[in-house]
């Protein structure tokens, strides 16, 4: 059975050790990260924030994933004025397939409702297709897509 909890400050460990994992798996679709060790992350901020829900998942008292939603301020032109923002999406590659990624939305959606907030989003890069499988397994569509270019020579 999957249980997810709110992380709490002796979760550092394992919250820096998944946070290197999500990072290790996204620098191949993305140039821009850093090569040597870099971090997405102020997670000893974000624990003590009362506008983020950082959470763990764990699997018969091990820790298998996190990820966590931030309340954001919506931009004037759309239809709600804050949303949450999904990140930190992690699930230790040996509990892939097994329900963690929709178990720790799951509660991030009603943490977020429990806020008042109904719009939830979050990003992913095109080249994930598991992740935006599990994704849209938890309910999300495509929305945008963002695009860059380099203009250095």
Not at 41 to 69: C, F, Q, R, T
Request: aromatic share 12%; with cysteine.
């Amino acid at each position: 059975m999957i249980k997810i909890r709110t992380a709490t400050s002796e979760d550092l460990e394992i919250l820096f050790k998944f946070e290197q994992g999500v990072i290790e798996a996204e620098r191949p679709m993305d140039v821009t990260i850093k090569k040597e060790k870099t971090f997405y992350y102020d997670l000893p901020k974000m624990i003590n924030s009362n506008h983020v829900e950082i959470v763990v998942a764990e699997i018969d008292g091990i820790p298998v994933g996190s990820g966590y939603a931030r309340i954001e301020k919506g931009r004037e032109c759309f239809e709600y004025d804050q949303f949450a923002y999904l990140g930190f999406m992690y699930t230790e590659p040996e509990y892939r397939g097994k329900g963690v990624n929709k178990a720790i939305m799951e509660y991030l959606y009603h943490w977020s409702k429990s806020q008042g907030i109904y719009e939830v989003r979050l990003t992913v890069y095109p080249d994930n297709p598991p992740a935006i499988r599990a994704y849209e397994k938890a309910g999300m569509e495509i929305c945008l897509h963002t695009m860059r270019i380099d203009l250095r020579d």
